[in-house]
């Protein structure tokens, strides 16, 4: 079994940042890919950014581009994801997920969600 811890959201001002870790815990055989999701209230829940289980690779959603950068270090088993310059617009529970096909396509695959963490940005 995995499970999956977000941490690091809160509130900040426009222009802010924040740093949000995703901890790992258990153990799979699988090479997970990992990523972000976000829904904000009254709106579906949408991709935000995904990185290959090497590290290799990554890709994000348009609206976070040049701002958000996902990352991740296998020894610590955490993903993290470091928004600046952050929008009133990017208000929204913040997802960890975890699979072997995670880019926010219909080909995804997600095996695990966390239980998100809060990120809201005043204006």
């Known amino acids: 079994q995995v499970q999956l811890a977000e941490s690091g959201g809160g509130l900040v001002q426009a222009g802010g940042s924040l740093r949000l870790s995703c901890a790992q815990s258990?153990?799979?055989?699988?090479?997970?890919?990992m990523g972000w999701f976000r829904q904000a209230p009254g709106k579906e829940r949408e991709f935000v950014a995904a990185?290959?289980?090497?590290?290799?690779?990554?890709h994000y959603a348009d609206s976070v581009k040049g701002r958000f950068t996902i990352s991740r270090d296998n020894a610590k088993n955490t993903v993290y994801l470091q928004m600046i310059s952050l929008k009133p617009e990017d208000t929204a529970v913040y997802y960890c997920?975890?699979?072997?096909?995670?880019?926010?396509?219909?080909?995804?695959?997600?095996?695990?969600w966390g239980q998100g963490t809060q990120v809201t940005v005043s204006s």
């Open positions: 990185i290959s289980w090497g590290g290799g690779s990554t």
């Open positions: 258990g153990r799979t055989f699988r090479s997970y890919a």
């Open positions: 997920a975890a699979g072997v096909a995670v880019a926010g396509g219909a080909r995804d695959r997600i095996d695990y």
